[in-house]
């Protein structure tokens, strides 16, 4: 069977479920006959009249062994399956609530979690098996306590979310599975089950990040099934304290340690790449209006404006009988026509407070993780504020301007930086801003970031023709970089509408890298300007290397 899925895509994609719960693998027990021969003898004592005292050894077993703790725990577990057909049923529920409380304990080592540093190592994979098979356990025990044990769902839905690293397909299986449990225990369906326990995890969650406790391996994935929901249900609670955690992580911020910052950093982006999922289907989501219907609405909109122009140009003919109190009217209004300012929806909230509080790590250098992480941060906000209502290119853009001016400064000396990934990254944020705030940067682009661009292009250029690192891990990433920035290159212009004297540098720096390597037809193949002016250029250029 194939485990390697996403979770969060097999709770929204019915077709992508796996149909077969992942197998343990045992020492002993090589082949699928014997594992089911040994479930079965398990299945047996679950139906024993002794049963309580086998529930009672093992649980004991589990709390004093160290080596055999993981085997007494899968015996436990295929014991409770048995119970479901045994009539000694009642007398045993009562016991579900310590073994529930038993493996809410079994959580992964958070020492052995830090020392792992997200890598694949095998403490860190051992250190998960008895919390998986505690989450196993957990689903059975629902399964067959049923209705009684329901209050129990809430906490141990986030245990069990909460402590599975999306790093390992096994581990989503064994996860799905146990969540698959709990919901037939409830009589409901998965996602029904999550969205009617939404509030609780949201709550746990920000607990936990307000408490800086960002050691958890399914950090990630709670996070993206909380803003999933939230969006889902319209919860306006949920939103807003989305808003509250990320304002309350980001405090003191310094005084943090080095690898806490980058958890924080990543835990942002994980809620703005989610938030921009649901932004994305919200705006699949919506129906294809008409066209008769669009232009009898803009007919009826102008209309209506030219009703109220009418109307102000009728008052302010009144008004001019007296000229003092038509300039004292003009006076008073102007300023509240200034001042005027629309509230900010929810949307626009969620990413002015996010770039407010990462648009510093952009200059810290000496972090070049923090700025990658920072950069990808930025580039998806102003992406999405764009989209917002009155904040797309040609509007009034009240609040995308002014952030863009607080975010050119750090981003601008980024162009002058040494790593060519940081760099990378920059650009395609530059991209970004010139997409939406064309005139606004223009002057700065030409002024301040070709000069740069025009070096960077040049040291890529020497990297890549360099014979004795044609094989390295440098030139093969520099030439992947000069490739995606020179097809970039041609949007930008356009974008900017920059003039020939402009363009004409940036266009040789690209004719002079191909040469090398290419003849003139060749290059004329390869590129593709978006405007005739800069295919005039390219052909100039193109017919004086023929010369």
């Known amino acids: 069977m194939s485990t390697n899925f996403d979770l969060i895509e097999v709770l929204f994609s019915e077709p992508l479920q796996p149909q077969e719960r992942p197998r343990n693998s045992f020492r002993h027990l090589t082949t699928k006959e014997l594992q089911n021969i040994f479930n079965s003898l398990c299945h047996t004592l679950g139906q024993m009249e002794s049963l309580t005292m086998i529930i009672d050894f093992l649980l ?11 085997e007494a725990m899968h015996v436990l577990n295929q014991v409770i399956l048995g119970i479901e057909d045994s009539p000694h049923k009642n007398e045993v529920v009562q016991l579900f609530p310590s073994m529930i409380e038993e493996y809410l304990k079994q959580k992964p080592n958070r020492n ?12 860190a994979k051992e250190s998960c098996l008895e919390t998986l098979l505690a989450m196993e356990g957990l689903g059975y025990i629902l399964k ?7 209050h129990y769902v809430p906490e141990i839905l986030y245990f069990c979310i909460s402590n599975t690293s999306p790093s390992y397909p096994y581990d989503n299986a064994v996860l799905y599975f146990a969540l698959c449990d709990i919901a037939t225990s409830c009589d409901l369906k998965l996602v029904d089950l999550l969205a009617q326990n939404v509030d609780h995890l949201s709550r746990s969650l920000n607990l936990s990040l307000r408490q800086r406790d960002l050691t958890q391996p399914g950090l990630e994935t709670l996070l993206s099934l909380v803003i999933r929901f939230s969006y889902l249900h319209s919860d306006p609670s949920i939103q807003h304290d989305i808003i509250d955690t990320i ?38 989501d919506e129906p294809a209006t008409d066209k008769t219907c ?16 009418e109307e102000e140009m009728a008052k302010l003919a009144l008004d001019e009988d007296d000229t003092s109190n038509h300039e004292n009217d003009i006076d008073e209004n102007m300023p509240e026509e200034e001042t005027e300012k629309k509230e900010l929806n929810f949307d626009q909230k969620f990413l002015k407070t996010c770039l407010d509080h990462v648009q510093h790590f952009v200059s810290m250098s000496a972090q070049p993780m923090w700025q990658l992480t920072a950069l990808d941060i930025i580039s998806c906000c102003l992406e999405l504020l764009a989209g917002t209502p009155e904040e797309s290119c040609g509007e009034r853009q009240e609040n995308f301007l002014p952030l863009v001016h607080l975010i050119w400064s750090p981003l601008s000396l980024l ?7 940081v760099v990378d990254k920059a650009f395609d944020c530059l991209m970004v801003l010139g997409k939406h705030a064309r005139d606004f940067i223009h002057v700065r682009v030409v002024k301040e970031i070709m000069p740069n661009l025009v070096k960077f292009f040049q040291t890529l250029e020497l990297v890549v023709k360099d014979k004795d690192m044609a094989r390295t891990l440098s030139a093969r990433e520099s ?11 041609w949007d930008l212009l356009a974008l900017l509408d920059l003039s020939p004297i402009e363009s004409d540098q940036l266009i040789q720096i690209i004719v002079a890298n191909l040469s090398g390597t290419l003849n003139a037809p ?3 193949c390869k590129l593709e300007p978006r405007r005739s002016l800069d295919c005039n250029i390219l052909d100039l250029k193109l017919g004086a290397l023929k010369a």
């Open 112 to 123: 052995v979690l830090l020392k792992a540093n997200d890598k694949h190592v095998e403490t």
């Open 247 to 284: 304002t309350t992580m980001t405090l003191n911020l310094s005084q943090s340690e080095e690898g806490q910052v980058l958890q924080i950093l990543r835990c942002i982006f994980v809620i703005v790449d989610a938030f921009k999922m649901n932004f994305q289907k919200v705006e699949r």
């Open 479 to 489: 030439k992947r970089i000069l490739e995606k920035m020179i097809n970039g290159l």
């Open 60 to 70: 004991d077993g589990i709390q004093q062994m160290k080596f055999f703790k993981k």
């Open 415 to 421: 162009f002058q930086s040494k790593n060519i990934f």
């Open 294 to 309: 669009d232009l009898k609405q803009m007919i009826e909109k102008l209309e209506k404006e030219k009703k109220e122009m």
């Open 522 to 524: 060749e290059i004329r």
């Open 144 to 150: 067959v306590g049923g209705h009684e044990l329901t």
